[in-house]
């Protein structure tokens, strides 16, 4: 949810193969990444399949009906924008992440593929709230 905090900045080390900075080349090319990531310091250890997200005061909701960091696989996604790759660093602002965060994977934000038409989308009243 980093456009909640869009001025949050951030960067990523490759570290990956021999020549670290060759899996991110072209990757300058697009404005936003999606950046896949391990809810690694996540203090609550136990899972609950309802919770109480802050907009619903009180109420509950399925865990897979909100954006909770309490899930049974602890895996985030975050849109990011992309200002820039020098060598094997990606340079990132709108970062919901926190420093030492393990990184699973970097992929291109492609609008045709990463998003759907609004009228098609449904969200829940309590969401736009």
């Known amino acids: 949810q980093g456009s909640v905090a869009p001025t949050s900045r951030g960067r990523i080390a490759c570290n990956f193969g021999t020549n670290p900075s060759h899996p991110l080349s072209g990757l300058e090319e697009f ?3 999606w950046v896949v990531w391990v809810f690694h310091d996540n203090g609550n ?3 609950k399949a309802y919770v109480h997200p802050p907009r619903l ?12 960091p309490h899930r049974p696989n602890p895996i985030g996604l ?3 924008r992309l200002d ?3 060598g094997n660093v990606v340079h990132l602002s709108g970062v919901d992440i926190i420093q030492g965060t393990p990184i699973l994977d970097i992929k291109p934000y492609i609008p045709y593929c990463d998003s759907e038409e609004p009228s098609t989308v449904r969200i829940p009243d309590w969401i736009m709230s």
């Open 84 to 86: 820039s790759v020098e």
């Open 45 to 47: 250890k136990t899972l």
């Open 31 to 33: 404005s936003h990444v």
């Open 57 to 68: 005061d009180g109420s509950r909701k399925g865990l897979f009906a909100t954006r909770t």
């Open 78 to 80: 975050s849109l990011c």
